[in-house]
């Protein structure tokens, strides 16, 4: 069965530093997304990608944040200059078209910023 | 704006004892609601989902769901819990529009099971 994948499962980095998250959706799928978990707290949405462009973004997605779609399997997320606080297990999900569907999940990228 | 409360942190059910997971959703239209459940180290799966129709969803893993609208809830239910449903419950609403199909999720629900 066809699998949202995620790498690395945990990536730990320096406050200032960049850091990419990776994933490759569902290879049929049109629609992308991210979404983030602070540890004890609700998963959040971040972003929505689909021809490549972002659909819709929550406040959370600051000029901090930016996705690219840079060939034909991968989808990324990169935080420019990442704060303690983006701490958070990491989603990528992915959906073949909008409106009636379900959003498969990978397993998540658990991000530490020390 | 869409949310979603999960009433119940942690619940703690007997191998075998039925189970119900509580949803309550906060959405002006007709919403369309999932239940994912999240095993430890894994990701978000989906359980079921509701867009139209019966009110009365099936899932899978033995799990069902009725969506009430009157009392805006979408509770999750299993007569005969196995100690392998043990895992974290979301309950999550999503919205079409013309832009993005985001999911708003609850807090979620621990499910422990006793032998």
């Known amino acids: 069965e066809p699998e949202v994948t995620q790498t690395p499962s945990h990536q730990v980095t320096q406050m200032g530093q960049e850091v990419i998250l990776r994933c490759v959706p569902i290879?049929?799928?049109?629609?992308f997304y991210w979404y983030r978990q602070i540890l004890g707290q609700k998963v959040e949405f971040l972003v929505s990608?689909?021809?490549?462009?972002?659909?819709?973004k929550s406040e959370i997605f600051d000029d901090q944040f930016s996705v690219e779609r840079p060939d034909g399997s991968n989808f990324t997320l990169k935080i420019r200059s990442t704060k303690l606080e983006d701490s958070a297990m990491y989603f990528c999900?992915?959906?073949?078209?909008?409106?009636?569907?379900?959003?498969?999940f990978g397993p998540g990228t658990r991000l530490t910023v020390l | 704006a869409q949310s979603v409360t999960q009433p119940d942190i942690h619940i703690t059910v007997s191998e075998g004892a039925s189970l119900e997971l509580r949803c309550n959703y906060s959405?002006?239209?007709?919403?369309?609601l999932f239940w994912y459940v999240q095993s430890p180290g894994q990701g978000l799966q989906l359980l079921l989902k509701?867009?139209?129709?019966?009110?009365l969803v099936q899932g899978i893993k033995g799990f069902e769901a009725e969506f009430k609208r009157s009392q805006s809830s979408f509770n999750l239910r299993k007569p005969s819990v196995h100690w392998s449903d043990a895992a974290e419950y979301f309950c999550?609403?999503?919205?079409?529009?013309?832009?993005?199909?985001?999911?708003?999720f609850g807090g979620g629900t621990r499910l422990m099971v006793k032998p």
């Open positions: 999550a609403v999503g919205a079409q529009n013309n832009a993005g199909n985001m999911l708003t």
């Open positions: 990608f689909y021809n490549n462009e972002i659909s819709e």
């Open positions: 959405y002006g239209a007709t919403p369309y």
């Open positions: 290879s049929n799928h049109l629609y």
């Open positions: 999900a992915s959906s073949p078209r909008l409106g009636y569907n379900e959003q498969f």
């Open positions: 509701y867009f139209s129709g019966d009110t």
